[in-house]
T-cell receptor, first 108, second 113 residues
Framework: QKEVEQNSGPLSVPEGAIASLNCTYS??????FFWYRQYSGKSPELIMF????GDKEDGRFTAQLNKASQYVSLLIRDSQPSDSATYLC????????FGQGTELSVKP | EAQVTQNPRYLITVTGKKLTVTCSQN?????MSWYRQDPGLGLRQIYY???????DKGDVPEGYKVSRKEKRNFPLILESPSPNQTSLYFC????????????FGPGTRLTVL
């Protein structure tokens, strides 16, 4: 089992829809959770981080954390073509571990 | 402009020919690290440095060396590159090592023939 696992993707959603990206992790001691966006050929950029159970909202983005079930998700509301990218989940316990990424495609 | 720079951005080399990928940051960050990114495997940490003259292994250090003689620079050295080191490499820096303040460099695409 991978330490951090994401939907294999690619995920395709129509413009204006909600995109849901999921991530599970194996280390129950993990404390911090991060979502990065990576456009093709570019470096990752941090878009959300969450430390506590529940939801954290920032504009069109909502991160959801459930430590008991060991999953973290990212919801993108009103998806835009500019949201088309690979989304990386990262989990920090003793060290920062990245998932393999989920490619999102938002179709106009 | 605050940034992390890497050179070269693209490199094609042959097996066994020593190479160095440079990384430099202008933000006075103490923490720097190197990652490699491969399809289906995500980002994996190679080495990191908490401060000058302090370096430590990440998850995949085999075949790599690093040094941190100055705060701003953190070169990645491949003494004898092999084809399995063909990858996309990212350098990153942050003030204290906290991921939510980590800046990534633009990446170096390395091909070892």
């Amino acid at each position: 089992q991978k330490e951090v696992e994401q939907n294999s993707g690619p995920l395709s959603v129509p413009e204006g829809a909600i995109a849901s990206l999921n991530c599970t992790y194996s280390d129950r001691g993990s404390q911090s959770f991060f979502w990065y966006r990576q456009y093709s050929g570019k470096s990752p950029e941090l878009i959300m981080f969450i430390y506590s159970n529940g939801d954290k909202e920032d504009g069109r983005f909502t991160a959801q954390l459930n430590k008991a079930s060991q999953y973290v998700s990212l919801l993108i509301r009103d998806s835009q073509p500019s949201d088309s990218a690979t989304y990386l989940c990262a989990v920090q316990g003793g060290k920062l571990i990245f998932g393999q990424g989920t490619e999102l495609s938002v179709k106009p | 402009e605050a940034q992390v720079t890497q050179n070269p951005r693209y490199l094609i080399t042959v097996t066994g020919k020593k190479l160095t990928v440079t990384c430099s940051q202008n933000m006075n960050h103490e923490y720097m690290s190197w990652y490699r990114q491969d399809p289906g495997l995500g980002l994996r940490q190679i080495y990191y440095s908490m401060n000058v003259e302090v370096t430590d292994k990440g998850d995949v250090p085999e075949g790599y060396k690093v040094s941190r003689k100055e705060k701003r620079n953190f070169p990645l050295i491949l003494e004898s590159p092999s084809p399995n080191q063909t990858s996309l490499y990212f350098c990153a820096s942050s003030l204290t090592g906290t991921p939510n303040e980590q800046f990534f460099g633009p990446g170096t695409r390395l091909t070892v023939l």
